[in-house]
């Protein structure tokens, strides 16, 4: 009677042990790729924001020539006004607000789109070397967005599957370890845009 007693403690204890180890690493794992994210994510409002920085040096610069389009400029600085208010927290990193936030960027990326169409129109201004770095400038930040922006998927990706496997997926229930929103490509990007310049 006495061995079947010990058994059943040995078993319920190896049991408790195994239980132990796989909670432990299982939630352990779960914090160092959440960390990564939450890292990842700030990368990416770290080259947004050196963005915003960028966009004031840019509309001073343009509204010193004369008859500048003023709609266009005002069109930009609205734009950044609405992307500075857009912030996400690291805690709710959720697809929504994600869509949120990349709505507010991409009304900016519109605007400056649409500003450097208009300042084909203005030869002197092209010709502008502060003019021609912030330009430089702006590409190069924009390349870095797309950089630091696949990276943050490439850890979302990485972090959701792993929540997502067995047995991963019961403590990730258990601690609230929720899946992460993704980046999502514009609707078209896949086709090149069509540029018409018109005849007026």
Known sequence: MKSKTW??????VL????????????????????EAVTSQWANVENVYQRRL??????VNTVKGYANFEQQTLTQVVEARAHATQVKVSPENLNQESIQ?????????????????????????????QSFLDLQAQLEGTENRIAIERNKFNEVVRDYNTYIRRFPSNIWAALFN??????????????????VDFGTN
């Open 7 to 12: 058994i059943t403690i040995g078993i319920v």
């Open 53 to 58: 920085d960028l966009i004031p040096n840019l």
């Open 100 to 128: 949120q936030f990349q709505a507010a960027q991409n009304e900016l990326s519109g605007a400056l789109s649409r500003l450097m169409v208009v300042v084909e129109q203005y030869p002197e201004l092209k010709a502008n």
């Open 177 to 194: 370890f929720d899946k992460r929103g993704y980046f999502e490509s514009e609707a078209g990007a896949e086709k090149a845009p069509k």
């Open 15 to 34: 049991v408790a042990v195994i239980l132990y180890i796989s909670i432990k690493g299982s939630y352990n794992k779960m914090v160092q790729k959440d």
